[in-house]
């Protein structure tokens, strides 16, 4: 009895002990309670703080960079370099973390994460317990561009590492040999220009369809390039009444999909839909045997490097115009956020290293982003027909103060998941064209009557 | 005063009933069994109670939670795409029976004497060692127009422009996926039964040449009914697996194209569209049809195998016997 007594009381300090070596190693500039008053727009980099001393941990999903064989611009070593000439003692240690979305919720729940991290899904509610204010959105969108991905009560808590603009991977070569010189600026158009590409190309557009993502995609076209307004997606949406309906003028979310439709039914898309193959894809489009894919900015390099092909490859605008003019949403990536529960000059420190890479890193530039400072006009390569065609770059608005959750609502009861992952149901369109059992007007319908289900279940105002 | 010393004397304090051999018999029975009931109880029945009380909310997986009664499962009912991807099992349990007749077949050649029959074993088994997800990916690869597949077909003479699209075809695809999941599962049967079947006595075997029995006679009088046990077991594994096929159409299809299984849809509709109470209601649902069915084939083989249960005496054997003993008796 007493051996035993002696063993439990063992096992019991053994796991005191390590739980208390766990707390202590994270929590090294942590002294509780003190936050920085410095905000985001108060700080001059290069002048300010280049004194200052602290020790920062960052979280990062982007392991590939901490590779020294990273093929991209440059490497985070190479960014942590540049950043210590300008502030020689605010050492910055990353961390990189591979399955980011989930592990980073559990890292923040347990509180021991370090300095900055890429904001994961949160409710917005809760940010300003785990995170650190960059102060009002009116000071911060003097100085960047998209500040609002994690707006609450006018604070700012994230501020994106990169944003991308949306458009149409195409291939250039095959473009030009079929005759087309414009790009097409309306969905006749696109649909004229992928007859032309028929029988010059195993597929004019290639669905992706198997991938299933690859068919979500299509939703983040439905917003801003749909309609040139950034309140739509979060504000207008949800009190749309049939907001899938034809307006009759060639745009908004009905002639999007039914750019889709239309293809897929007239024979412009790949022979079997059933097994396309998204790796296998990037490289078909590299050498020609594909037309276009509908694919954000971000696919672009991928599909550059895909084959040996690359100077091939285009990027151009949406084929929608509103108004005369064509838009691109600009989506923000991941988010620096700052621990509210760190020192207050590790978060000074935070802050002035997260200053540093917004508007003086180049890391948006160098990884195919849209510039995010205000004033910075520095488009990479990637956006030249859209700066040639005067595209404008709008980001979606949050939503309006008591209706932040709205839209996820309508979404799940809907089961239509707008630019939340709704992959199945663009699936269906793909299927119904090709099967020809379903008219495109008869799912727009459907989708409708879904959506002001929802509405009506969920008690929202329909305007 | 004896009744009252008795009375004392079975008045034990508990800490010496507790040194008292009984009560160390007790300590360690109750010790031994409360572990794993506790786990099963935390990791098993408390969540399945938690599941089934889901069924009756309209929640999300965080949130408020809305109780709405039986509304979740009347929704389960009005949902053509619930009720239609129910029908989908068909298929599958179609597929289960052919599984179970191919490999009941190999497994009776294999163990009779047969050239290099541990190869043949070996490559028939194979299939079930890859991982499922890597299985969805070859046959993607396989059924894709113009390759593996279609160029098999080309080599015994099929026109391409003949061949079906395989996942395409909503006529034909599901057949598609039930065949990749036979040829997974096939192999693992096949050796369940090479299992079973070595265990029947060898001397039957010759027993049974000398009486001029051909191989099909032993097979159906002396393979079969020994080992019927497992045959049923395996036949009513493999028709409540078919209800809940979700590998072979989550990773070939993504459940698309009409090929979303009952698990499929479930799985979209809990994590996609975060409705976990019509999932909750589902669950509980497909556990209820699997109860039913695995009663139903019980009473089944229960009927089918009524004959078999006399070990290898035949009836009329016993018949006779029996008539024997009774006319020595009335003598």
């Known amino acids: 009895m007493k051996w035993q007594q002696v063993m439990a009381a063992a096992v019991a300090a053994t796991m005191t002990l390590s739980l208390a070596a766990c707390g202590g190693s994270g929590k090294s500039g942590s002294s509780g309670g003190d936050v920085t008053d410095v905000k985001y727009a108060d700080i001059k980099l290069g002048e300010d703080y280049t004194d200052l001393k602290a020790d920062l941990k960052m979280m990062t999903n982007r392991t590939d960079m901490l590779d020294e064989g990273y093929t991209g611009e440059k490497t985070w070593a190479q960014y942590l370099e540049e950043f210590n000439k300008e502030y020689p003692d605010i050492k910055v240690e990353i961390e990189g973390i591979t399955d980011y979305s989930e592990d980073s919720l559990l890292r923040l729940q347990g509180g021991d994460w370090g300095d900055i991290m890429m904001i994961p899904e949160v409710d917005k509610s809760d940010l300003s317990t785990y995170f650190l204010s960059y102060g009002d959105v009116d000071s911060v969108s003097e100085q960047v561009k998209y500040p609002n991905r994690w707006l609450y009560d006018g604070e700012v808590y994230g501020l994106p590492i990169t944003a991308v603009g949306r458009g149409i991977v195409y291939n250039k070569r095959v473009f030009s040999e079929a005759g087309i010189t414009a790009a097409p600026k309306t969905p006749e158009e696109f649909i004229e220009a992928l007859k032309k590409l028929k029988g010059k190309t195993q597929a004019p557009l290639y669905t992706n369809y198997a991938a299933g993502w690859t068919m979500g995609a299509w939703d983040d076209y439905t917003a801003v390039a749909a309609t040139g307004d950034g309140t739509f997606r979060n504000q207008k949406l949800v009190h749309a009444k049939d907001p899938f309906s034809d307006p009759g003028d060639g745009t908004g979310a009905y002639n999007v999909y039914k750019i889709l439709y239309d293809a897929v039914e007239q024979g412009l898309t790949e022979d079997d839909f059933s097994t396309t193959d998204w790796e296998g894809s990037k490289n078909m489009l590299n050498s020609g045997q594909i037309g276009c894919m509908v694919l954000g900015s971000w696919a672009y390099p991928q599909v550059k490097s895909a084959g040996d092909k690359g100077e091939d490859i285009g990027y151009m605008p949406f084929p929608m115009t509103i108004g005369g003019k064509q838009y691109s949403p600009a989506d923000e990536d991941y988010c620096f956020g700052i621990n509210v529960s760190s020192s207050a000059d590790n978060q000074t420190a935070a802050l002035v290293f997260v200053k540093w890479m917004t508007e003086k890193s180049g890391y948006s530039y160098n990884e195919g982003g849209l510039p995010l400072a205000v004033g910075d006009e520095n488009y990479p390569e990637v956006y030249d027909e859209f700066l040639a065609n005067n595209v404008e770059f709008v980001s979606n608005e949050p939503a309006l103060e008591g209706e932040e959750d709205t839209l996820n609502e309508l979404n799940a009861d809907s089961e239509l998941m707008v630019a939340a992952n709704g992959n199945d149901k663009i699936q269906e369109i793909v299927e119904h064209a090709s099967n020809k059992d379903k008219s495109f007007d008869d799912i727009m319908k459907e989708w409708n009557q879904k959506w002001s289900d929802a509405q009506e279940m969920d008690g929202v105002e329909v305007k | ?331």
Request: net charge positive.
């Open chain 2, 1 to 331: 005063m004896g009744v009252n010393t008795a009375v004392q004397t079975n008045k034990k304090t508990f800490g010496q009933w507790l040194r008292s051999r009984k009560g160390q018999q007790t300590v360690i029975i109750v010790a031994f069994i409360i572990i794993p009931l506790l786990l099963l109880f935390t990791f098993t029945y408390l969540p399945f109670a938690e599941m089934v009380k889901f069924g009756f909310y309209k929640m999300k997986y965080v949130g408020a939670r809305k109780f709405v009664g039986l509304d979740n499962y009347r929704a389960l009912f009005a949902r053509k795409d619930i009720v239609s991807s129910l029908k989908l099992c068909l298929y599958y349990m179609a597929g289960a029976l052919i599984q179970i007749a191919m490999a009941l077949y190999l497994a009776t050649i294999l163990s009779m004497k047969v050239k290099a029959s541990g190869l043949f074993k070996g490559l028939i088994f194979f299939p079930y060692l890859i991982n499922g997800i890597a299985i969805g990916f070859i046959f993607k690869f396989f059924y894709t127009r113009g390759f593996v597949f279609d160029t098999v077909l080309q080599w015994c003479g099929f026109q391409l422009n003949n061949l079906p699209y395989w996942l395409k075809d909503q006529s034909i695809n599901n057949w598609s996926l039930v065949g990749s999941s036979v040829w997974r599962y096939c192999g693992q049967q096949m050796v369940l039964f090479i299992g079973a079947i070595m265990s029947v006595d060898d001397t039957l075997y010759e027993a049974a040449d000398l009486d001029g029995a051909n191989k099909f006679q032993q097979f159906r009088y002396i393979i079969l009914p020994s080992i019927k046990t497992i045959v049923t077991l395996n036949i009513i594994l493999s028709i409540t697996g078919s209800l809940s096929a979700f590998e072979a159409p989550f990773v070939i299809t993504d459940g698309a194209n009409g090929t979303g299984t009952f698990f499929v849809v479930m799985n979209t509709i809990a994590h996609t569209n975060q409705k976990v109470g019509l999932a909750s209601a589902m669950a509980v649902f497909l556990l209820c049809i699997i109860f039913i069915c695995t009663i139903l084939q019980k009473l089944f083989f229960k009927f089918a195998f009524r004959n078999m249960n006399a070990d290898d005496e035949s009836r009329s054997a016993k018949k006779k016997r029996m008539k024997a003993a009774a006319a020595k008796g009335g003598r």
